[in-house]
């Protein structure tokens, strides 16, 4: 086929559209990723005739599955799980798990797909998965959550392995649910093996892994404000979310001498206008996680922080911006707020938090902004140090690890750097993260040949 006879951008998208029916998340992260690598493909022939693209954006496989569960009344509930095998070209399939009552498989499949490329930078062989329930955790008792999981996993062992899949925790899913999925694993299989990663310290866990995501987002942005000679030290941060990834990226922006502004939940945000230090950064840790309270009542221990209920910080004037929540919670509007107030970098926590009219919006204006898919990728990048570790069966030291996180880091820093630097100073760290990821997993799909 000649160059000239390719499918342009609209025509594909429109077949992406029409095969994934009410499926906008993973309709949004394609065109996300499909806006960069249709330019990027445009003199390279190989790519087009064997429809890399296409194939990557076609998940190996999903599969969807019962769960049942009792509640602690007896009675009996159904809820729907799935694991997305979406492509593992490099690597054994590798993403996390999310419990939440919004997911669906369309939120599954955008996470997944974008797993794939994300893995690809980190320089470790793993492909791409993620799965999930749309079970809400939310006001279950432990032991609810503890027949959940076991339920969960009773269908979901067939599927993974530690050279086949191997699932991590995500929205709704920590060390507690990894716990009881694995002890569940374990048990059906009488194998104990790295089948999941986030696994507690005293049976196959790595130092560092619960950090990981927050510290690295932090780390990323660091690497990006240093291109500009700057550094966070003085710098105000308003982060969204306040479980896992929001709650280590405050500690590190603290830790790097910058000041926290705001955390949130899904019922509203907190803005404290003294900073949230590390004090409070561990009482925030204490009470969503041990406690499952609402980021509202901060304002009751620390009464001269506000609370603002059913909206978004992005509206507080900062120096750095960091959606740690989840997919779709800053908009078009919010990113040309935030360029209003001054905002010189955004660095994702979450899995694309930015719609798409937001990402153009952040393009346009030239500022430092990073994908998720490159800015969160130190969480799974010590998942898969846990891997490795796992296979040695040894435990590496907290410093080896810390500085492991570090230079990972600054190695998908380089890559959006050798794609993404568009001249005058400005580097398009979208693109340049879409063609790294996706030039690795292409290249090692060609080798296979048409599978
Ligand atoms: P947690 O469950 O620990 O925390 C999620 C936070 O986001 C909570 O504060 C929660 O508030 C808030 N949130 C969830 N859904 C919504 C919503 N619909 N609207 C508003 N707020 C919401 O999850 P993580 O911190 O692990 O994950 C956060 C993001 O980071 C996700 O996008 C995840 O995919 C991504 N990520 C996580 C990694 C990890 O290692 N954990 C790795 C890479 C990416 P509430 O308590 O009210 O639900």
Redesign the pocket.
């Known amino acids: 086929m000649a160059v000239s006879d390719h499918v342009d951008l609209p025509t594909f998208m429109e077949g992406v559209k029409k095969r994934n029916p009410y499926q906008p998340e993973f309709v949004q992260a394609v065109q996300e990723v499909a806006e960069d690598i249709f330019e990027f493909m445009q003199d390279k022939e190989e790519y087009h005739s064997q429809q890399i693209l296409r194939r990557i954006a076609e998940p190996d496989r999903v599969v969807s599955f019962r769960v049942c569960w009792e509640d602690d009344n007896g009675n009996v509930r159904v809820q729907r799980g799935w694991r997305v095998q979406n492509n593992n070209a490099i690597g054994p399939y590798k993403g996390?798990i999310?419990f939440?009552p919004?997911v669906t498989e369309s939120v599954l499949k955008f996470?997944a797909f974008e797993q794939t490329f994300k893995n690809a930078l980190t320089g470790l062989p793993m492909g791409g998965g993620k799965g999930g329930s749309n079970f809400n955790p939310k006001g279950k008792s432990v032991r609810e959550i503890m027949r959940f999981c076991q339920s969960f996993m009773t269908e979901l062992y067939r599927h993974i392995g530690a050279d086949i899949d191997v699932p991590a925790?995500?929205?709704?899913v920590?060390g507690r649910e990894i716990g009881f999925m694995f002890g569940q694993y374990k048990r059906i299989t009488n194998n104990f093996t790295g089948v999941l990663t986030g696994k507690g310290l005293e049976w196959g866990g790595s130092l560092i892994r619960t950090e990981?995501?927050g510290y690295g987002a932090v780390y990323f942005l660091a690497n990006m404000l240093a291109t500009k000679s700057e550094d966070l030290t003085g710098k105000t941060a308003v982060i969204s979310?306040?479980?896992?990834?929001?709650t280590h990226a405050a500690e590190k922006i603290v830790q790097l001498g910058g000041k926290v502004l705001t955390l949130?939940?899904?019922?509203g945000y907190i803005h404290d206008p003294d900073g949230i230090d590390q004090e409070k950064i561990d009482w925030v840790k204490t009470h969503?996680t041990h406690r499952r309270g609402r980021i509202e009542e901060y304002v009751t221990a620390f009464p001269k922080a506000t609370f603002v209920a059913g909206k978004t910080p992005w509206g507080v004037p900062c120096d750095v911006a960091l959606p740690?929540?989840?997919?779709n919670?800053l908009l078009g509007d919010d990113a040309r707020m935030l360029i209003a107030n001054g905002c010189k970098a955004v660095a994702e926590?979450?899995?694309m938090?930015t719609d798409l009219d937001g990402v153009h919006v952040f393009k346009a204006a030239k500022i430092l902004y990073a994908p998720?898919k490159a800015s969160?990728a130190g969480?799974?990048a010590v998942s898969g140090l846990e891997m490795s570790q796992n296979s040695e069966r040894r435990s590496w030291k907290e410093e080896e690890l810390q500085q492991m996180l570090k230079d990972i880091m600054s190695g998908i820093h380089k890559s959006c750097l050798a794609y993404g630097d568009q001249g005058g100073g400005y580097i398009d760290y979208v693109k340049g993260a879409n063609i790294a990821g996706f030039k690795k997993v292409a290249d090692a799909m060609l080798a296979f040949g048409v599978v």
């Open positions: 996390g999310r939440h919004s996470l925790g995500d929205i709704g920590g990981a995501t979310g306040s479980g896992n990834v929001a949130s939940d899904s019922g969503k740690c929540a989840t997919q919670e926590g979450a899995n938090p998720g969160n969480g799974v």
